[in-house]
T-cell receptor, first 114, second 113 residues
Framework: DTAVSQTPKYLVTQMGNDKSIKCEQNLGHDTMYWYKQDSKKFLKIMFS???????INETVPNRFSPKSPDKAHLNLHINSLELGDSAVYFC?????????????FGSGTQLSVL | RKEVEQDPGPFNVPEGATVAFNCTYS??????FFWYRQDCRKEPKLLMS???SGNEDGRFTAQLNRASQYISLLIRDSKLSDSATYLC??????????????FGAGTRLFVKA
């Protein structure tokens, strides 16, 4: 009954491949996010979706394409993987509206591009 | 300059010590403030919210100074299990709508026996 679950936990792949990471939340939240944590441990937002609508898109290469089929799911597809994409990717969710939003994170996907 | 700045540490303290972390934020439109904790190879988890009136939860006390745009976290009587990275977090409206949650780079704490 994990609140925010993402799969896979580990992803090892070759440069140039296309891969997807899936995320689901059962908290009933209306907003979901993708964060990237690089080797320096800095956590940076990539995308935010509110009720399936994209509301935040940071300066992320268009090789990254999020998809939200419903408000409980936010998947991340990455085309033509590069070495610099190696990082831990965290999915998160929150309930937006009060300005006091607290984030609940998935356990992360460690992506290694060889 | 990063929008949320923290001393990266690491802080190495003995068990039982009191340790204080500081954080500053640059956007005066920031609306809500938090401390998260992240253990090695784990996801960040909310530790506590931060208010101008102060917020205490057991051995942890958080304080916000809006005038100085400064946030603090005090840990008393440190335990080995407090060893982690502590992330200062700020919420504000995004420039194109929606809320943005901005994370500091984190302060690492090692508590030694």
């Amino acid at each position: 009954d994990t609140a925010v679950s993402q799969t896979p936990k580990y992803l090892v792949t070759q440069m140039g491949n296309d891969k997807s990471i899936k995320c689901e939340q059962n908290l009933g939240h209306d907003t979901m996010y993708w964060y990237k944590q690089d080797s320096k441990k800095f956590l940076k937002i990539m995308f935010s979706y509110n009720n399936k609508e994209l509301i935040i898109n940071e300066t992320v290469p268009n090789r990254f394409s999020p998809k939200s089929p419903d408000k409980a799911h936010l998947n991340l597809h990455i085309n033509s993987l590069e070495l610099g994409d190696s990082a831990v990717y965290f999915c998160a969710s929150s309930q937006v509206g009060t300005g006091n939003e607290k984030l609940f994170f998935g356990s992360g996907t460690q992506l290694s591009v060889l | 300059r990063k929008e949320v700045e923290q001393d990266p540490g690491p802080f190495n303290v003995p068990e039982g010590a009191t340790v204080a972390f500081n954080c500053t934020y640059s956007n005066s439109a920031s609306q809500s403030f938090f401390w998260y904790r992240q253990d090695c190879r784990k996801e960040p988890k909310l530790l506590m919210s931060v208010y101008s009136s102060g917020n205490e939860d057991g051995r942890f006390t958080a304080q916000l100074n809006r005038a100085s745009q400064y946030i603090s976290l005090l840990i008393r009587d440190s335990k080995l299990s407090d060893s982690a990275t502590y992330l200062c977090v700020v919420n504000r409206r995004g420039y194109t709508g929606g809320f943005k949650t901005i994370f500091g780079a984190g302060t690492r704490l090692f508590v030694k026996a």
